[in-house]
């Protein structure tokens, strides 16, 4: 099979896709969708994030989804702490409800 090319860049430069998977209490997945789109995706994507796409399970237990960054494997992990350890970050989540029960958290290639 051919691997594809990340998302391209305007440049062409190199991209990192990382894939995040999280397990959720489907009673909350709605609101935690809500929450992903108004608040943690713009304020990621401000800081050179793109948000590829978000899947969700029919039973509202697992959601997807695919974030990438300019740069290798290396600069996104370097902007992912910078993220985690962010006061942005930080204050996005103060008092939120825990969504997330499992993460699971890796590089991906896209293939097709």
């Known amino acids: 099979m051919t691997v594809l090319p990340e998302t391209p860049t305007a440049?062409?430069?190199e991209r990192t896709t990382w894939m995040r998977r999280y397990t959720l209490d489907p009673a909350l997945a709605d609101?935690?969708?809500e929450f992903?789109?108004?608040e943690?995706?713009?304020?990621?994507?401000s800081l050179g994030f793109t948000i590829e796409s978000m899947w969700l399970d029919a039973d509202k237990s697992q959601l997807t989804w695919f974030?990438?960054?300019?740069?290798g494997s290396e600069e996104f992990a370097a902007a992912e702490k910078e993220w985690e350890d962010s006061e942005l970050r930080a204050g996005i989540f103060a008092g939120r409800p825990k969504y997330v029960t499992?993460?699971?958290?890796r590089e991906v290639t896209r293939l097709r």
Do not use: N, Q
Not at 102 to 105: G, H, Q
């Open 11 to 13: 440049d062409g430069a």
């Open 31 to 33: 609101e935690f969708i």
């Open 36 to 38: 992903l789109t108004t």
């Open 40 to 45: 943690v995706f713009p304020a990621r994507e």
């Open 67 to 71: 974030v990438s960054r300019a740069g």
């Open 102 to 105: 499992a993460k699971d958290l």
